[in-house]
T-cell receptor, first 114, second 113 residues
Framework: AQSVTQLGSHVSVSEGALVLLRCNYS??????LFWYVQYPNQGLQLLLKYTSAATLVKGINGFEAEFKKSETSFHLTKPSAHMSDAAEYFC????????????FGTGTRLKVLA | DAGITQSPRHKVTETGTPVTLRCHQTENHRYMYWYRQDPGHGLRLIHYSYGVKDTDKGEVSDGYSVSRSKTEDFLLTLESATSSQTSVYFCAISVLAGADTQYFGPGTRLTVL
């Protein structure tokens, strides 16, 4: 069975500082991995996804994530936080077996301090 | 933005009443999903559909049923609403499954008193 663990339900960073949001997954088959962002009172929108091509994936708004199979991780980073990055971030996993199911993590709320 | 609408956007109802939430898409995507979002739980899949009249259960399907009679509409019904079903409900769509991006609707906030 697949699962996703996001470490830290709340993360605070100063504006201009590095953003690091952690995601570890469990999957018995090669996974597909996603990061979504949710702004207040909105639905989720895709930041980036890994689908077995390059292990370093670049997304929108300056975010990127690296797939590390040996560590079963897919951490999200951004070199310099902006106030507009304040939101909730969700990691998700699906697989290639055709089950059509995506498993989401419990989310990390990012706060950016001025 | 993907053309996904959800109705109603807000609803307050009483325990024991049936409730139907509607998801409508203009993208002609094959796959549609219903999730609920609760603090500390992230998003949990309730039901999904892989075509007209083709649906299957997700991880939290008890107390919910779905129907899809047209490609564009996916209905979620709470047969007899309970307070534990107070949540924010999101619909999502995708062209394919697995590696494909899911596009989310704006959500429906449901309160069961």
């Amino acid at each position: 069975a697949q699962s996703v663990t996001q470490l830290g339900s709340h993360v605070s960073v100063s504006e201009g500082a590095l953003v690091l949001l952690r995601c570890n997954y469990s999957s018995s088959v090669p996974p597909y991995l996603f990061w979504y962002v949710q702004y207040p009172n909105q639905g989720l929108q895709l930041l980036l996804k890994y689908t077995s091509a390059a292990t370093l994936v670049k997304g929108i708004n300056g975010f990127e994530a690296e797939f590390k199979k040996s560590e079963t991780s897919f951490h999200l980073t951004k070199p310099s936080a902006h106030m507009s990055d304040a939101a909730e971030y969700f990691c998700a996993v699906s697989d290639s077996t055709g089950t059509y199911k995506y498993i989401f993590g419990t989310g990390t709320r990012l706060k950016v301090l001025a | 933005d993907a053309g996904i609408t959800q109705s109603p956007r807000h609803k307050v109802t009483e325990t024991g009443t049936p409730v139907t939430l509607r998801c409508h898409q203009t993208e002609n995507h094959r796959y549609m999903y219903w999730y609920r979002q609760d603090p500390g739980h992230g998003l949990r899949l309730i039901h999904y559909s892989y075509g007209v009249k083709d649906t299957d259960k997700g991880e939290v399907s008890d107390g919910y049923s779905v129907s899809r009679s047209k490609t564009e509409d996916f209905l979620l019904t709470l047969e007899s609403a309970t307070s534990s079903q107070t949540s924010v409900y999101f619909c999502a769509i995708s062209v394919l499954a697995g590696a494909d991006t899911q596009y989310f609707g704006p959500g429906t906030r449901l309160t069961v008193l």
